[in-house]
């Protein structure tokens, strides 16, 4: 009987140092800036009773309610990462309202997309058709009616959550739309896609502030990140998938509003040379620190024009890896699927016992 030689052992695995990613600006405000006080002071308040400061700077793109307060859980606009040595990453966005700052992506939107500075708008407009009839209509149906019975509540109380963050993500809508002054017929979408994070709760950080004493800056409360998957391949591209095919045909573009760690998450994508040739535009934006005033300034970082089927690819992040290192990890984990005992496998189901 031929002895099997024993696999050499595997090297040991080193663990993935965690991410702390914690507030970069809370209530519009950079978060090292602020004092013990004032972080105490944020920590026991109502994000509902804060203004927002950059809805305030563009009011006609707020809730139709017309409140421009924040709308933000907790008040975070932004996150960044921590470092042991208190030093920081850059600044992303996690609020889409944080797009808004002194509505400079909507007038360089129009510029580069419709030659005026400043564009009519418009929100929320139907995009896709429902179905009516049979079981899909009835539960497109029942779907609406909860949808409008969770605006209607979100009016009442002043709150207009995103819709992807209360479950009700609808790609049948196109959630903005820039229009040229003069010429109705020359439009663009717009979607602003900020970043989700997956790991501790940012109610972990206010525990934290809360037990913290003196105006070094706190750690974040527990590990967590950007989850830039979420936000992009899971999210951001079945929107454009979905919209920018039929507003390829209708001779239209579609406009993205990231930011540079966003765009940074995503593989090269290869740019068109003209807006003529790309069904969409990326606008990408960085946030500049002013710290002796304690707040990040939104700057245009570059316009890329490109495909859909280059944007798909860069969302997806990754090459395919290679068969025989699939089939390698494939071996590695295989397991039965049903588990038979001995006795059991000597049973012989009737009509196929031999006569």
Known sequence: ??????????????KPQKQYFGM????????????????????????TLEPCPF???????????????????GGVCSLRNFHDDVTFGPITATCP??????????????????????????KEIAFLKRPKTGIAGEAEAAAKAEEEEAEEAEEDSGQEAAAVESGREDVGRIDLVFVHPDDSEKWCAVEMQAVYFSGGKMADDLT??????????????????????????????????????????????????????????????????????CD??????????????????????????????HAVKALTSGMPTTLPDFEGKLS?????AISVSPAAALIVPPGLAED
């Open 332 to 336: 590695g984990k295989l397991a039965p």
């Open 97 to 122: 309202n944080r797009f808004l700052e002194n509505a400079t992506i909507v007038r360089h939107i129009g510029r580069v997309l419709l030659g005026a500075d400043t564009p009519l708008f418009a």
């Open 24 to 47: 970069a600006e809370w209530y519009g405000q950079l978060y090292r800036n602020l004092g013990d006080a004032q972080r105490k002071l944020y920590a026991e308040t109502k994000n």
């Open 55 to 73: 809805l305030h700077q563009v009011p006609a793109l707020g809730p139709q309610s017309g409140k421009l307060h924040c709308n933000k859980k």
């Open 280 to 309: 969409i535009v990326w606008v990408v934006v960085r946030f500049d620190e002013d710290v002796v005033h304690g707040s990040a300034t939104l700057v245009i970082d570059q316009t890329i024009f490109t495909t859909l089927d």
């Open 208 to 277: 934290v502030i809360r037990k913290h004493a003196g105006n070094a800056i706190p750690m974040p409360g527990s590990a967590r990140h950007p989850d830039f998957r979420s936000s992009g391949p899971k999210r951001l591209m079945p929107q454009l998938m979905i919209k920018v095919p039929t507003l390829r045909r209708w001779g239209k573009k579609m406009v993205v509003v990231i930011d540079r760690p966003f765009l940074d998450s995503m593989s090269g994508m290869e740019p068109q040379d003209h807006i003529s040739n």
């Open 1 to 14: 009987m031929a002895i099997k030689p024993r696999k050499p052992k595997a090297a040991p695995k080193t």
